[in-house]
């Protein structure tokens, strides 16, 4: 099969990496095209593949009672290279899976770097891909180039709609105050690396809380460029001073929620709480979970320094905020995600409109998978709706109002509704709800794989 032609990837990021790996896996040959380090972008570090350039955490690994957890195990059975790695990489993080952010992409890197048919090109696709490129994912993700996001609105005769992504500040452990702080997973809760006393939790009095909610409200912001002032934060990644403008109790119900939690120095339960999870394998650093921010630098140090256990903390990096862009996939895009107005285009990952970075990499490996069986000439069905990865594209390509089309998180809502009734006649709810969908999916998952899992064969 090394006389097929190469299926050109744009970006190396989660959803690429996952894309390049399914199709090599497939036995067609690939060409990643990263344009970093040639060129860089505004939240990126280093050059590495599959970079994390916000939380270190996949989220909840339970595939019980959690869809993006759900989410996780449908990929591993599907060999996905960026469960195996997170898998290979996790730090503990309650019933998270959080991985070390450095040792995740460097073994995704040499991953696919060593794989024979897989080619990295390290240069920027200026504009839209040759036309002799007959068949191309584009997964430049939410930093796509300028260059490249005209031609994909030129094409598609479509503003590029467009939001705020914040990343949170790292801490080294070493400056948190032990004496005050205490680590505990939010009700002793275990994970695929945890001990149900992963996280560190730094405690807050009514009268603290109140000053720091005056502070993060008064605090110094980072200035928008005039074409950037109408452009939406995306609701999943909102900056802590935005959420304390909604009201002064919005944290205390949301990232510095108390709840499940008891502070040992008191014996009682603290009236807000930060917490912060690990985010290498060495434990050196954690960051501040729920904490991004546009605050200046020197305002971050000085506000964050007035929650009780951070007094003396050292940071290893501090927030920042970038602009996102995403298609109107609901609109643009068919069922196996190309484009229709150009069907040797297709697309993959935050591009899309779906949010999280399991997502992003569920939806390479759809797209991966797609191309790979257009390659061999194979018929390929998507996934059922009903299991995680069907539901994402599902919603992707149709299933939202395009219209009001905004980036989603996999959740339940997203499913085909559960017809059962428990052992008095009534309608299935709450846990019971949640395992039936994920027992279903699980199960139509498996039939799937069986017609349409292994394309190399």
Excluded at 188 to 206: H, L, S, V
Aim: charged residues 20%; aromatic residues 8%.
């Amino acid at each position: 099969m090394t006389n097929l032609k190469p299926v050109h990837i744009i970006g190396g990021g989660l959803a690429g990496s996952e894309a390049a790996w399914q199709i090599a896996t497939a036995g067609v040959p690939v060409v990643i095209h990263e344009m970093r380090p040639v060129r860089g972008t505004d939240a990126h570090k280093t050059d590495g593949l599959a970079e994390l350039v916000c939380s270190n955490s996949f989220r909840s690994d339970d595939k019980e009672q959690n869809a993006v957890g759900l989410l996780h195990e449908e990929m591993r059975q599907c060999g996905s290279l960026i469960l195996r790695e997170g898998d290979n990489t996790a730090v503990p993080a309650g019933g998270a899976l959080a991985v070390d952010r450095d040792q995740f992409s460097n073994n995704v890197t040499a991953a696919l770097e060593s794989h024979p048919l897989i080619t990295i090109d390290r240069a920027e696709v200026a504009g839209l891909p040759p036309e002799d490129w007959d068949s191309v994912i584009i997964a430049t993700g939410p930093l796509t180039s300028p260059a490249l996001a005209e031609g994909i609105q030129k094409l598609t005769d479509e503003s590029s709609l467009a939001f705020f992504d914040a990343i949170a500040p790292i801490i080294y452990t070493d400056s948190i105050n032990m004496n005050i702080a205490w680590f505990q997973s939010r009700y002793d809760k275990e994970g695929p690396a945890g001990t149900g006393k992963d996280y560190i939790n730094c405690p807050m009095n009514r009268e603290q809380y109140y000053a720091f909610i005056e502070a993060l409200i008064t605090s110094e912001k980072t200035e928008f460029k005039e074409w950037e002032k109408d452009t939406p934060y995306f609701e999943g990644c909102m900056p802590i001073e935005v959420m304390a403008e909604r009201g002064p109790e919005t944290l205390r119900f949301g990232p510095m929620k108390p709840v499940g939690l008891t502070d040992p120095n008191t014996g009682t339960r603290a009236y807000a709480v930060v917490q912060l999870r690990q985010d290498n394998a060495l434990g050196t650093l954690y960051n501040m979970v729920g904490f991004q921010t546009k605050m200046k630098y020197a305002e971050q140090t000085r506000v964050l320094k007035m929650i009780p256990g951070l007094e003396d903390a050292n940071f290893a990096r501090l927030g920042g905020l970038h602009r996102n862009t995403f298609i109107n996939s609901p609109k643009l895009l068919n069922d196996t995600l190309q484009l229709k107005a150009m069907p040797r285009l297709r697309f993959a990952g935050q591009i899309t409109g779906c949010e999280g970075y399991v997502e992003s990499a569920a939806v390479g490996l759809m797209a991966g998978r797609f191309a790979a069986a257009e390659r061999l000439g194979k018929d390929f069905v998507a996934p059922p709706a009903t299991t995680a990865m069907g539901a994402i594209l599902g919603h992707i390509t149709g299933g939202a109002v395009a219209e009001t089309f905004q980036p989603m998180n996999v959740n339940f809502g997203l499913f085909p509704d559960i017809d059962l009734k428990d052992v008095r006649g009534r309608p299935l709810r709450g846990t019971d709800k949640k395992r039936a969908i994920t027992g279903r999916a699980l199960s139509d998952l498996q039939g799937w794989l069986v017609k349409n899992g292994n394309l190399a064969a």
